[in-house]
């Protein structure tokens, strides 16, 4: 039964670890999204900044109010969240929510935009954490004149979304080839291969992923503002289970050491 049992998990974990592999093959891989920023106080101000300048005109996120932003791991006071944050005279208390409708952004967008409050946990896969496919995502935005706003990403094909950061990162085109299909040497597969240029963004390169860098480690934090504090508490809490854990296995020792 034992020996059962071993060989069950050990399946179970082999299949765990070709998962990630098996899903990066059925789309575009996903860059990594550098994970300190997430407890960068500057990051996260400017990552804040950039939502709210660019993707609160459609996208809501109604799980947030304004005044969370005053929290140690972001930083601000009320006076800068007014003074910067507030565009359309709501109030520091409030949700941060649109004025658009989900019936207004079907009928221009073909889908209504949706809330962003957990979208850097509800994207999360086996290919990697939903920040990692943010990351990708905001990056691999490519001009496509097939498409009603003119853009095509290549980890969401046809998505409905134009390419709101286009002033910043520039314009570019994908380039894809013809490869022989792995798994039929008869055929072949049409497949990306790179990116070219068309022109130049407000951005360098390294900016542009450094902003978008910030912006996903404030949507990381948006989808849960007490993770820095839940992983700080998560280390004291694993030292005293360690030492209790040695402690009671010193006090059973000397318990039962007479019966024996």
Not at 16 to 26: H, K, N, S, V
Not at 85 to 103: D, F, I, R, S, Y
Not at 233 to 239: D, K, T
């Amino acid at each position: 039964m034992m020996k059962r049992i071993l060989l069950s998990l050990l399946a179970a974990l082999s299949l765990a670890a070709a998962l990630p592999a098996a899903a990066a093959e059925g789309g575009a891989p996903l860059d990594r999204f550098p994970k300190e920023r997430v407890t960068d106080v500057a990051a996260l101000q400017n990552g804040a900044k950039l939502f709210v300048n660019y993707c609160l005109n459609c996208h809501s996120a109604s799980a947030m109010r304004y005044n969370r932003l005053t929290d140690d791991a972001v930083g601000l006071n009320e006076a800068q969240i007014k003074d910067n944050l507030l565009l359309a005279g709501e109030k520091v208390g409030e949700t941060m929510t649109v004025a658009l409708q989900p019936k207004q952004g079907k009928e221009w967008f073909g889908a209504a935009p949706p809330d962003l409050s957990l979208v850097a946990r509800s994207r999360a896969s086996s290919a990697g954490s939903g920040s990692d496919y943010l990351y990708t995502y905001m990056r691999t935005f490519y001009r496509d004149d097939t498409k009603v706003t003119g853009w095509n990403n290549l980890v969401f094909p046809s998505v409905a979304m134009p390419h709101v950061f286009w002033e910043l990162q520039g314009q570019q085109r994908a380039v894809f080839v013809d490869r022989p299909d792995p798994h039929d040497a008869k055929k072949t597969i049409h497949v990306f291969d790179r990116f070219e240029p068309i022109s130049p963004g407000l951005l360098s390169k390294t900016e542009y992923d450094a902003a978008v860098a910030d912006l996903v480690a404030y949507l990381q934090w948006m989808s849960e503002p007490a993770q820095n504090q839940r992983v700080r508490i998560g280390v004291w809490v694993l030292l005293f289970l360690g030492l209790f854990t040695l402690i009671a296995w010193r006090l059973n020792a000397a318990y039962w050491k007479d019966v024996k």
